[in-house]
């Protein structure tokens, strides 16, 4: 499919009407970014945090299919176009400057996370504790959904150290 | 409360370690910082969408209270300083390559947006339909919860053009 991101986008005129306005007017980093917050739309959870340019934005809003810009492929990618793991958009908000997007998604197969949780946030951390030493994570989820190299294959680990 | 971030956080040796592993090893971004994801760990409903430093990431584990790195001020920002609107951190969460931080907190006062409502994703656009003209934002939340002339008086608005 093809879109016009510039027919979808109105200019940031002033703050009132950026923050307070129905004109959606989104401000894309210097990179051309805008992040985006996957969350389930049942459960609240937080899948996951990418990356949109203009034409992943558009194509989010036109499909109702949840595309990213993946920064270490440097390419629009439509999730779940290699794993069938689609993100089905049923709610999509924008916040008060505009510079953020949040999605909220119903996931095909119930996962998000290239490693093969449900949700890449698989890992908590103890807070408001005095802490002396190196923080020690602890494993919120116990199972992989998915099983990443049969999904996966020997495709590059998006991971960048 | 003084922090000592090299203290907390461990070094990226592997991507195994990174992903797998039980070491806190946060990485941050060119400018010094990672995203962080705020959501209300009662209703699930995304609150904001920040920014923090080694600095302000310590000092959220170690006292529990949300702090961010305002990227307009170039400082230090311990939500609820100067509106009252604590955020108390219940879960703090890290992704898979340990980029992005999950804050599950509870609000004091019950906003968290600087325009005045609870949210700062207040506005919902159309998505999986033809769109031959720009996008028309609806709002979800109808009243503010706070008038922020009153809270903040003549702080300079954190919106950017």
Known sequence: ???QPDKLF???NSVEEVEE???LSPRFDANGLIPAVTTDYTSGELLMHGYMNAEAFALT???????????SRQTIWHKGA???LVQRVRECLIDDDQDCVWLRVDVTGGAS???GYRSCFYRKMPVGVEQDG????????????FDPVEVYGDAPNPTQL
């Open 10 to 12: 109105g200019p940031r």
């Open 134 to 145: 190196p923080v020690v994570l602890e494993f919120t989820e116990s199972e992989k959904v």
């Open 82 to 84: 290699t794993s069938g």
């Open 21 to 23: 306005g129905t004109s």
């Open 113 to 115: 996370c290239h490693v």
């Open 1 to 3: 499919m093809s879109v």
């Open 61 to 71: 809003i036109s499909t109702g299919e949840a595309h990213y810009f993946s920064r």
